[in-house]
C-alpha cells in the first residue's frame, strides 16, 4: 500500500512530440505529489508538484494531471525537447512526514 | 544560494569498514532526510531529521545511522560495510517539515568491494 507505480520505464519521443508518465498509488492518505528529474551524475531536481485538491497544475511545458477517484497521476512534457532526456521520477508523501515513497521512474530520451 | 552540499562525492571502502557521509543543507533548511538509490531498488528512504530529532526512519537494517546537528547539518553512518551498500546516497533538505518542497544534494557514490 506505500508503493507508487510507475510506467513506462521508458520513453523515446520525437522532438517537439508530447512526452506522458503515468503513476499510480494505493494509499489513500498521500496528500503531495511531487514529480523530480534526474540527470546521469547528478542528484534529483524538483520539478513540479502538485496536492490532491487539485486536478491539474501547469508550469512551462510540463503539466501534472491528477484523478484522486482512479488514484492515478501523470506527467505530461510539451514541445519535448532533447534537452529533456533524462530520468524521472514520480513520488508521494503523506501529512505527517517528509519522506518520499518514489516510483521506480522513467528513462525519457529524447531525439532531434 | 547555495543547494545541498554532500561529502564526499566518491567513496571506496572494503566489506566490513565503516563510512561517514556527510550533509550540509540549504541554508535556513532544517528538516535533512536521506535515501538510498541502486539500480535494482531505486531510491528509498532512509532517514528524515528534524531539529537534532530522527523523525521517521526506512526499513534498513540498523548499520544504518544518522544523526543531525544543531547547525541542522547531517551525518548518515553506515557500520560493517556490505557489498550490496554500494549505492548513490542522496540526501535532501526542506525549510520545515511539511513544507513539502524537497532539494536533493548530487549525493555520496559509495562503492563496497
Known amino acids: 500500500q506505500q508503493q507508487v507505480k510507475q510506467s513506462p520505464q521508458s520513453l523515446i519521443v520525437q522532438k517537439g512530440g508530447i512526452s506522458i508518465i503515468n503513476c499510480a498509488y494505493e494509499?489513500?492518505?498521500?496528500?503531495?505529489f511531487p514529480w523530480y528529474q534526474q540527470f546521469p551524475g547528478k542528484g534529483p531536481a524538483l520539478l513540479i508538484a502538485?496536492?490532491?485538491?487539485?486536478s491539474e497544475k501547469k508550469e512551462g511545458r510540463f503539466t501534472i494531471s491528477f484523478n484522486k477517484s482512479a488514484k492515478q497521476f501523470s506527467l505530461h512534457i510539451m514541445d519535448s525537447q532533447p534537452g529533456d532526456s533524462a530520468t524521472y521520477f514520480c513520488a508521494a508523501s503523506m501529512s505527517n512526514t517528509d519522506k518520499l515513497i518514489f516510483g521506480t521512474g522513467t528513462r525519457l530520451q529524447v531525439f532531434p | 544560494k547555495a543547494g545541498v552540499t554532500q561529502t564526499p562525492r566518491y567513496l571506496i571502502k572494503t566489506r566490513g569498514q565503516q563510512v561517514t557521509l556527510s550533509c550540509s543543507p540549504i541554508?535556513?533548511?532544517?528538516?535533512v532526510s536521506w535515501y538510498q538509490q541502486t539500480p535494482g531498488q531505486g531510491l528509498q528512504f532512509l532517514f528524515e531529521y528534524f531539529s537534532e530529532t530522527q523523525r521517521n526512519k526506512g526499513n534498513f537494517p540498523g548499520r544504518f545511522s544518522g544523526r543531525q546537528f544543531s547547525n541542522s547539518r547531517s551525518e548518515m553512518n553506515v557500520s560493517t560495510l556490505e557489498l550490496g551498500d554500494s549505492a548513490l546516497y542522496l540526501c535532501a533538505s526542506s525549510s520545515t517539515r511539511r513544507t513539502y518542497e524537497q532539494y536533493f544534494g548530487p549525493g555520496t557514490r559509495l562503492t563496497v568491494t
Open positions: 541554508s535556513g533548511h532544517r528538516s
Open positions: 494509499n489513500t492518505a498521500f496528500d503531495y
Open positions: 502538485i496536492r490532491p485538491d487539485v
